[in-house]
DNA sequence: GGGTTAACCTTTTTT
DNA sequence: AGGTTAACCC
């Protein structure tokens, strides 16, 4: 068979990798090297050239959007569907292995998935069982040590005693929450990777199955795998070991969660005889973005030691904006992406990149201001809000009345006349007689216990849930979806608010309709469709905003951009203690972390990328002076142009970025955003400054006459 | 029991 | 600042 299309595209080193012997295999890719087309072409090979079936081959990636990306590559590269094909995130992998073997994984067939949101509800739940405050434990926080001991693969008794109090405490909380899941069925994320590991583990014969089944492994971004998803791999992989992985040290970004990316040293140990092929050639980037990369990931200690180069131009330099306030900074990007949409570029081509979603907010107001379609990735998804959980939840307790978090969501929304006395009397009765709240509640109903009002809104409660269920036989999932929101009488809630929230909430309900409608189902799956339905739901968690042809500029955090490429990218709010961030100053690893992440969102671009940077922002309610993220010290000065306003100058020397622009421009204790006081005019603010030396002006904002020009020689403020 | 206001808390990134 | 939960009044 002619096999050329698959090598056509493809370097040596790449050629190297798709068509390797069998055996493990450890691509090391840098940005923009081309890991996806290696990933793809490889597959693409082993079906078309080694004649491997496609049922044979396991392919995993990390988000749901690049595993659809490889499997449309995919498919595109061989002309026809791989519908057998095991492939998807790890996540969903496991969720699909769980719900074959529930039975063996000491699972309940109709066991539903917490996402992070129904994981702290359990949690707060817990600790009330326990009778612990919530103020003593944040919940946030024993939500990340039950999640941080799964994903090293530790159950409750794992955990060594210690004779620490609280640790001793934790890991009873930890134990507690269990057992809840376990009641309830219910499985969080990950839950569904520890499972699904521990059943590998344990059940020979099940996992002697698997390995003969999975005779080919891939795995993307290896970088990013926690020990529990690597030693998932390496059961799996077992005596073929036919794996196959694809990875960038520079580009682990997910240590936070659990990520190793000692894996990728691992992995030379653990599978003895390795091939290493190295992808260093970027197809990218300008020269000069890709020097500025380096140069900034080069601060690294700690790196498998990788040097990307381009046979492309230098291009244009990098530019540096440094912004009054945050404002200021939304307006420049809009600005400048406005002439390159005037010079006839495409707003699809340009990303505008920031470390934390909160700060997407100034730009989305600017760009509303001057008419600008745009689009945020991120932030809330479409399943994440209140309105569709409640939806949800409903639909939850249709398919399985033991669902107790989904029954305490929706018993009383919208309001029916069952409060908090009744449900503690339903709590506690279930508590004592080991029940649900769906049957304490039925229980309670014959008894006289309960007041005669509470009993009646009680029965209209479980009817309404009951006569859904009797009424959904037979309809399409849509109808189903429909018949909840009339019958619960959740739109109708909405639609009784007023404000433009509740009319978006209204909508997000119509829109649930038509996911439900346009939810494919795989009628071979075992699930039935609404169970099907529901875990999507919670595995994917849809996008912020439907999905929109529309060209317009892309919003996204430095997280979500990884994998994605633009040619004209503005990376923004380089400062000290928001990139990096704060909380990354207190261990070395953190700040290393933070820089893997500058420099992804560096090599995001193409042709052009800007680094801005606010010499005062507004976070959290309250202004503060910073100063420039040390990682626009570290880019080479030649590589740079500062941008001020209009105007492009040269920067001539190398100015240090820790001393604020203003500073040289004028006097050196004037600062935007400073308080000062004058002899006559009393307390005000700096708004501007102008000149320099003996003819330096600033407007200050006086809380008494408003705002006034001075000339600073004269003025003899006083700074507060 | 329901609705409003006040205090409070959080606020990195995502499956 | 923003949203959420807890206290408080109707």
């Known amino acids: 068979m002619d096999v050329s299309h698959i090598f056509d595209q493809l370097n040596d080193a790449q050629r190297d990798a798709v068509a390797a012997p069998p055996g493990p295999m450890l691509v090391l890719a840098g940005a923009g090297s081309g890991k996806t087309r290696v990933l793809t072409h490889r597959v693409a090979w082993l079906v078309e050239a080694q004649q491997v079936s496609p049922l044979s081959i396991l392919a995993v990636t990390f988000t749901n959007k690049a595993s659809h990306e490889m499997r449309g590559r995919i498919e595109g590269l061989l002309g026809f569907p791989v519908n057998g094909m095991w492939m998807g995130t790890f996540h969903s992998i496991a969720h699909r292995f769980l719900r074959v073997h529930w039975r063996e994984a000491g699972l309940e067939q109709g066991f539903q998935i917490l996402d992070s949101d129904d994981q702290l509800r359990l949690i707060r739940r817990t600790l009330r069982q326990l009778n612990l405050d919530e103020g003593y434990w944040p919940p946030r926080q024993v939500q990340w040590y039950i999640n941080a001991h799964k994903e090293e693969g530790r159950r409750p008794h794992h955990i060594p005693e210690s004779e620490d109090r609280q640790q001793r405490e934790l890991c009873r909380i930890y134990k507690t929450y269990e057992e809840l899941c376990q009641r309830f069925s219910l499985v969080d994320f990950a839950e569904l990777l520890l499972r699904t590991h521990e059943l590998l583990d344990t059940n020979e014969p099940l996992r002697t199955r698997y390995q003969e089944r999975f005779r080919h492994i891939l795995v993307d971004e290896f970088q990013d795998t926690n020990s529990i998803q690597y030693h998932w791999l390496k059961l799996l992989a077992g005596a073929n070991r036919n ?167 929706v018993v009383n929304v919208p309001t029916r006349g069952i409060g908090n006395k009744t449900l503690d009397q339903v709590r506690e009765y279930a508590r004592v007689n080991q029940l649900s709240m769906w049957d304490a509640a039925r229980a309670l109903l014959h008894g006289h216990e309960l007041s005669s009002r509470a009993i009646l809104a009680l029965t209209r409660f479980l009817e309404l849930i009951d006569g859904l269920a009797d009424n959904c036989r037979g309809l399409t999932l849509a109808e189903q979806v429909e018949a909840m929101l009339k019958a619960s009488g959740l739109v109708a809630h909405h639609q009784k608010e007023k404000g433009e929230k509740a009319e978006a909430r209204v909508e997000n ?73 704060q909380r990354s100053f207190e261990e070395p690893g953190r700040l290393e972390e933070e820089r893997r992440l500058c420099y992804v969102g560096m090599t995001r671009a193409m042709r052009e990328l800007y680094l801005t940077y606010a010499e005062v922002r507004r976070l959290h309610g309250r202004e503060a002076y910073t100063s420039p993220s040390r990682f626009l010290g570290e880019v080479p000065t030649d590589l740079v142009t500062e941008v001020r306003g209009g105007s492009a100058l040269t920067r001539s020397g190398g100015r240090d970025f820790r001393s604020p622009a203003a500073e040289d421009a004028a006097a050196p204790s004037m600062r935007l955003g400073r308080h000062v006081k004058h002899s006559t005019f009393g307390d005000g603010v700096v708004l501007n400054i102008e000149g320099r030396g003996e003819y330096a002006r600033v407007q200050v904002n006086f809380e008494t006459v408003g705002s006034k020009w001075l000339v600073l020689a004269y003025a003899n403020l006083e700074v507060v």
């Open 243 to 409: 794996i196959f992985v694809v990875g960038d040290d520079d580009q682990s970004i997910y240590g936070w969660r659990g990520a190793r990316v000692e894996n990728i040293l691992k992995f030379e140990k653990d599978f003895e005889g390795t091939t290493v092929v190295r992808l260093e050639q970027n197809y990218r980037s300008t020269g000069n973005i890709l020097k500025a990369a380096n140069a900034v990931i080069d601060h690294n200690r700690g790196r498998l030691g990788k040097n990307l180069w381009t046979q492309d131009d230098e291009g244009e330099p990098v530019k540096v904006y440094a912004a009054f306030n945050e404002t200021d900074e939304a307006r420049f990007v809009i600005d400048r992406i406005g002439r390159w949409v005037d010079a006839g570029n495409a707003r699809r081509d340009v990303a505008i990149l920031y470390r934390s979603n909160a700060q997407s907010r100034v730009f989305e107001e600017v760009l509303l201001d001057v008419g600008m379609p745009y689009r945020v990735y991120g932030g809330l998804r479409f399943f994440e809000r209140a309105e569709i959980k409640d939806a949800l939840a409903y639909l939850r307790l249709v398919s399985r009345r033991q669902d107790d978090p989904s029954f305490e969501r």
């Open 509 to 581: 309900l119509e829109e649930l309709v038509s996911a439900a409608r346009n939810f494919e189902h795989d009628p071979e799956d075992g699930q039935d469709p609404l169970a099907a339905f529901l875990s999507h739901a919670a595995l994917e968690a849809g996008e912020g905003q439907a999905e929109q042809w529309e060209d317009c500029i892309q919003l996204m955090s430095l997280h979500s951009a990884k994998g994605l490429e633009f040619p004209l990218v503005f990376l923004t709010g380089l400062e000290e203690g928001l990139f990096p961030h």
